[in-house]
């Protein structure tokens, strides 16, 4: 596989399934083999979740930036296998000290900073950072397991 950074929406599309308003990574930054991915998304206002979580104090739920760095611990594990077959998801298959340090508000940019700490059989577990402005907005370690489906 060839790669050109940075990796834009259309192309991140073409690694992962997901699709609006579920896609959310908008761009691939930097890429290192084997080793770490990082990757930002632009936090809007026009975005769904706004309109219940809160009206009168717009807040990106903390689920939404986790899964947010799943889809980007799965894109580091695609990209280093060399892609993805069209049978094969990434599925997200854990998490273990997640912590939340500020919250993340329209108009934000999310840096996600992931790093490879193993990889057998599969299933890949990461360290992945959620930074906006240079300051740690949450850390989690996360795993993902890759699997066969059937369409």
């Known amino acids: 596989m060839n790669i050109s950074l940075p990796i834009e929406a259309k192309d991140i599309q073409k690694l992962i399934p997901h699709r609006f308003p579920f896609m959310l990574i908008d ?3 930097a890429f290192e083999h084997g ?6 998304k632009n936090v809007t206002m026009n975005e769904p979740q706004f309109m219940g979580h809160f009206p009168e104090y717009p807040v990106m739920p903390g689920v939404l930036i986790i899964e947010a760095m799943a889809q980007a ?7 280093t296998e060399g892609g993805r ?19 993340v508000i329209p108009a934000d940019q999310l840096v996600f900073e992931i790093e490879l700490l193993q990889s057998k059989r599969g299933i890949g577990k990461f360290k992945a950072v959620a930074k906006v402005n240079g300051e740690l907005a949450v850390e989690a370690e996360i795993m993902c397991a890759k699997r066969k489906v059937e369409k």
Request: glycine share 6%; proline share 3%; hydrophobic share 45%.
């Open 27 to 29: 761009r691939i930054t």
């Open 35 to 40: 080793k770490s991915l990082t990757a930002i």
């Open 73 to 79: 611990c799965g894109a580091l594990a695609i990209l």
């Open 85 to 103: 077959n069209p049978d094969e998801i990434y599925f997200f298959a854990g998490i273990d000290n997640a912590r939340f340090k500020r919250q």
